[in-house]
């Protein structure tokens, strides 16, 4: 990389700086108007492609992968704590779906379009990730209110009452092993971890 001649930029400065500030001191309600009428003009814009891009959506142009995958990032994700586990587990097959449907498209396209659907399959194991972590930490949790408070109706697994039938047949059998086993399975917590949330 070139060395940038730093003389002739001050002398520049040197020479026009005091003609700018003089043209700005003079000028300034004239200015303030520009900006204001900038500021404006950038809204619509902003707006209008916003619009654009919505219609867009609206005539099926934008593939729906992808209009899926803007709304799990901007939406889905940040709401996943106030979902239900039926929720939940649907957004799981959802996202495993788009990941197969990519994997399959790989293997039917040329291989120039190897690195692209990598990365979408990487930015879908994300999503993936996150949703199968908050699951557990979900399912942990519901267990352990229902471990603490047998009368504690659990909203979040309705839907998947097997889950909380053979929950509850484990704690009624007050086998601890097998209680242990179970939570580590559908949770993925440590035993230590296990052991010392439900002694």
């Given at each position: 990389?070139?060395?940038?001649?730093?003389k002739?930029?001050?002398?520049?400065?040197?020479?026009?700086?005091?003609?700018?500030?003089?043209?700005?001191?003079?000028?300034w309600?004239?200015?303030?108007?520009?900006?204001?009428?900038?500021?404006?003009?950038?809204?619509?814009?902003?707006?209008?492609?916003?619009?654009?891009?919505?219609?867009?959506?609206?005539?099926?142009?934008?593939?729906?992968?992808?209009?899926?995958?803007?709304?799990?990032?901007?939406?889905?994700?940040?709401?996943?704590?106030n979902?239900?586990?039926?929720?939940?587990?649907q957004?799981?097959?959802?996202?495993?779906?788009?990941?197969?449907?990519?994997?399959?498209e790989?293997?039917?396209?040329?291989?120039?379009?190897?690195?692209?659907h990598?990365?979408?399959?990487?930015?879908?194991?994300?999503?993936l990730?996150?949703?199968?972590?908050?699951?557990k930490?979900?399912?942990?949790?519901?267990?352990?209110?229902?471990?603490?408070?047998?009368?504690?109706?659990?909203?979040?697994?309705?839907?998947?009452?097997?889950?909380?039938?053979?929950?509850?047949?484990?704690?009624?059998?007050?086998?601890?092993?097998?209680?242990?086993?179970?939570?580590?399975?559908?949770?993925?917590?440590?035993?230590?971890?296990?052991?010392?949330?439900?002694?």
């Amino acid at each position: 990389m070139g060395n940038i001649p730093i003389k002739p930029l001050v002398d520049s400065i040197k020479t026009h700086g005091p003609k700018v500030g003089k043209f700005v001191k003079d000028n300034w309600q004239v200015l303030g108007t520009g900006i204001t009428l900038a500021t404006k003009a950038g809204k619509k814009i902003n707006d209008h492609n916003n619009n654009k891009k919505e219609s867009k959506q609206k005539q099926g142009k934008i593939p729906y992968r992808k209009v899926r995958f803007i709304q799990y990032k901007t939406e889905i994700l940040h709401d996943l704590g106030n979902k239900k586990r039926s929720e939940l587990f649907q957004y799981k097959l959802e996202v495993s779906q788009f990941i197969q449907q990519i994997n399959n498209e790989e293997q039917n396209e040329v291989i120039l379009k190897k690195p692209l659907h990598t990365k979408r399959v990487s930015d879908w194991n994300e999503i993936l990730i996150q949703i199968e972590d908050k699951m557990k930490t979900k399912d942990y949790q519901e267990y352990l209110m229902i471990y603490n408070n047998p009368t504690h109706k659990s909203p979040y697994f309705e839907g998947f009452d097997v889950h909380l039938d053979k929950f509850n047949t484990l704690v009624n059998k007050e086998n601890t092993q097998l209680l242990y086993k179970f939570l580590q399975l559908n949770t993925g917590r440590s035993i230590e971890e296990i052991k010392r949330d439900f002694a």
